[in-house]
């Protein structure tokens, strides 16, 4: 896994064509730690661990939801471990990618709800709620595209 971390460590510039290909590796590797993650909870307890950085990772913002939805789905554990800070960098990378990474929204609600106990967080929700008011503008298109499906 160290390995993995170190090559998702490499800072590119997303913009340029020359790192078309770090881009896919990227996304290869976050494929691979959510696979490494389903139901290993030493592997969860890892990338909890350096949720941090992973949100710093530019390239493969899809791959890296899915890969920390791993971590939270079914594991009140690390529900109840994560900080405000964190939501606020889930939420602010969900404003900022729109629907190129609308898996962060499985992320969030992975977050606010251990769906194997149907046990709502209250104070995870709290922690969303916050942060999606506080980007409210740039969130809209999440109630227009409800609201369409109605």
Not at 32 to 37: C, D, G, N, S, V
Not at 107 to 115: G, I, R, Y
Request: charged share 30%; hydrophobic share 50%.
């Amino acid at each position: 896994l160290d390995d993995i971390f170190d090559v998702l460590d490499k800072e590119i510039d997303i913009r340029l064509a020359q790192y078309a290909g770090l881009r896919q590796i990227f996304e290869k590797c976050f494929r691979f730690l959510r696979a490494m993650a389903r139901g290993n909870a030493v592997v969860q307890a890892r990338l909890f661990d350096r949720m941090d950085k992973l949100l710093t990772v530019r390239g493969a913002e899809a791959a890296l939801a899915d890969a920390l939805t791993e971590v939270f789905t079914g594991n009140q554990e690390m529900c109840l471990k994560i900080r405000s800070y964190q939501v606020q960098g889930i939420v602010e990378l969900l404003a900022l990618h729109q629907l190129d990474a609308s898996e962060f929204l499985d992320l969030l609600k992975a977050v606010v709800k251990v769906e194997e106990l149907d046990l709502p967080l209250k104070r995870n929700q709290v922690f969303v709620m916050t942060n999606i008011n506080q980007n409210r503008a740039k969130l809209a298109w999440i109630i227009e595209k409800d609201a369409a499906e109605k």
